[in-house]
C-alpha cells in the first residue's frame, strides 16, 4: 500500500527532518536513510512503528543535524594533504604544467578532511522531541495509508458481489446441466446396447457415473466457502496477515474456476466462470496493497 508524509521541526540544538514513504510489496521491507540513522535512532524509530504495519516496502528518511558547534569534531589530515601536495608539485616540475587546483578540489580528496559528530547518543529531552516528531509524521503516513485503503476496500467488495452473483448463475446452470447430462448419457447408452438385453437399473447407473464427473458442485461449494471467508478478511478489523491469506485465498479461487471450466461443456457456464476469474485478478492485484 502507497503512503507519503514528511515534517522538519527545531528543537534544543537539533534540527530533524523526516519522511517516510511506502510502495506495494507483498511483504515487509523497510529501508533507513539519511544522516541522522544511527543504532539508536534506528531503534527509536523501530519501537514506534512496531506492529503497525505488516507489508509494504517503506523507506525512512531521517536526517538529524546537530546546530551546537561542540559537538562536532573538525578533523584535517594535514600529512595526507602535504604529501598529495608534495606530489602536485613534483608534477608540474617535471611536465612543466600549470597546474590550478581549489581548496574545494582539495578537500573532496578522500581521507583529507573529516567531520566527525563526537555524541550520537540521546539524552531523555532530546530523546522525548525525537519520538514525538517521528510520531506526529507516522500517524499522518498511517493516515494517507488509510485513504488508499477505503478506496481498495470498496474495489474489493465490488469484486466479491460480482463474483456472489456469477456463482449462483453457474449453480444454478450446473443443477439444469447435470439433469440434462444424465438424460443424455442414458440414452446414448440406451441407444448402443438396444440389441443386448440389459436391466435398466444398470443403464441408469452408468449414465449417473458418467453424469458425476462433470458434477461441478464440490468446486462451486469452495466457491462459495472461499467468497465469505475474503469476505469476512476485507469487511474485519484484524490487520496482521490479512492481506497474505486474501492472497492465497485469491489463488485457491482462481484454480477453482479452472476445474469448473475442464469439467463443463456449458457455453453459459464458461461465460460465468470468465467473469467470476476477471473479478478474482482484481481481486489478486488489490490484496498485494492490503495489509
Request: net charge negative; with cysteine; glycine share 4%.
Amino acid at each position: 500500500m502507497t503512503g507519503f508524509a514528511q515534517g522538519r521541526f527545531e528543537f534544543n540544538n537539533m534540527s530533524l527532518h523526516i519522511l517516510f514513504r511506502s510502495w506495494n510489496h507483498r511483504f515487509l521491507d523497510i529501508v533507513y536513510r539519511g544522516t541522522g540513522i544511527t543504532p539508536e535512532s534506528e531503534k527509536l524509530i523501530k519501537e514506534i512503528i512496531k506492529n503497525r504495519v505488516f507489508r509494504g516496502k517503506i523507506e525512512i528518511v531521517f536526517d538529524l543535524f546537530q546546530t551546537d558547534q561542540s559537538k562536532y569534531n573538525i578533523q584535517l589530515n594535514n600529512r595526507l594533504l602535504t604529501d598529495v601536495l608534495d606530489e602536485l608539485l613534483y608534477f608540474k616540475r617535471k611536465y612543466k604544467e600549470r597546474i590550478a587546483l581549489s581548496m574545494d578540489a582539495l578537500l573532496k580528496i578522500p581521507m583529507i578532511f573529516r567531520l566527525d559528530y563526537v555524541d550520537d547518543h540521546f539524552d531523555e529531552r532530546d530523546a522525548a522531541d525525537i519520538g514525538r516528531s517521528v510520531e506526529k509524521v507516522f500517524g499522518e503516513f498511517l493516515a494517507s495509508r488509510e485513504e488508499e485503503g477505503k478506496a481498495i476496500l470498496k474495489d474489493l467488495q465490488g469484486s466479491i458481489k460480482n463474483i456472489e452473483a456469477s456463482l449462483k448463475l453457474i449453480k444454478k446452470e450446473s443443477e439444469q446441466l447435470e439433469k440434462s447430462i444424465f438424460v443424455k448419457y442414458k440414452e446414448k447408452i440406451s441407444r448402443y446396447v438396444e440389441e443386448i438385453e440389459i436391466d435398466e437399473r444398470r443403464i441408469a447407473q452408468e449414465a449417473a457415473i458418467l453424469a458425476e464427473k462433470s458434477c461441478i458442485n464440490e468446486e462451486i461449494h469452495r466457491l462459495e466457502t472461499h467468497t465469505r471467508r475474503l469476505k469476512e478478511l476485507v469487511n474485519g478489523t484484524k490487520m496482521e496477515s490479512r492481506g497474505r491469506e486474501a492472497d492465497f485465498l485469491a489463488q485457491e479461487m482462481l484454480r477453482e474456476t479452472h476445474t469448473i471450466a475442464s469439467k463443463s461443456g456449458s457455453m453459459d457456464i464458461h461465460e460465468q466462470v470468465m467473469e467470476v476469474r476477471r473479478e478474482i485478478e482484481k481481486i489478486k492485484q488489490q490484496v498485494q496493497n492490503v495489509e
